[in-house]
């Protein structure tokens, strides 16, 4: 498809991540990974709750709600119960099996896939009002953090031709 | 399906230039295939393709980690040595089929 003559070619990613859960950062780092995967540039911003996943304290320790997700199953399919979501270590539980099944399909954790997709050539920012808000500074996150940055400056990232702004 | 002829041999390809049967495959073909990509095969391009290929035939899913974790070369290193997509251009010079991993 690659090859295909097209006039709208997408140039360069601009995703943004504002949650923390599992599944919500590791959407805008298969998205920023397949990015530059395919030769395209790619920049990662985290906001709000998605700063967890530049959180060096953090970022490996990211959960999956089970309570408030309709779509949670028990292992076969069967309905998972809001009140077994509850339970303590449930929910540390099912995040830990999220991980292993991923690690299965070769999907790294999150510092290993900050790596991969840096050594590529993406970038991944942090957002000022939200580093600011929850009181963190430039040494509490991953060293694959190239800057702390202002909404303003994020559009200047995202500028240009054949350029897409992604909300995960 | 088409055919091609490259390096003096007539070779069955998909629409996207990927080899149909990695056997046809041979290092002068890759030559051939680098060049349309605008790469010049080095030796370190040929133990990556070598990789590739070994662990094609043992029925693997590649991913760029896996490429990254071979001993071959680091991630950093596959991206420079086949810029702009070095999973899919990797694996066209390898003579094995699209990959189908997203990671």
Redesign the interface.
Known sequence: MAEKENSHKIKKVCIICAKGSIEDVYASLVMANGAVMEGMEAKLFFTFFGLDAITKKRMNKLHTATIGNPAMRMPGGLPFPSLMGMLPGVEAGVSTMMKKQMEELDVPPVDEFLDMITAGGGEVFACKLAVDMFKLAKEDLSEHVSDIITVGDFYELAAGEGSQIIFT | MAQKTIAGKTIDVT???YLVDASQWNEDIAKELAKEEDIELTDAHFEVLNFIRESHQKGE?L????V?KSGKT???GF?QLF??????KASRIAGIPKPT???
């Open positions: 629409d996207e230039g899913v991913t760029i980690r896996k990254g680091d991630i950093k991206y810029p702009g997509g070095p999973l899919k991993s997203c990671v």
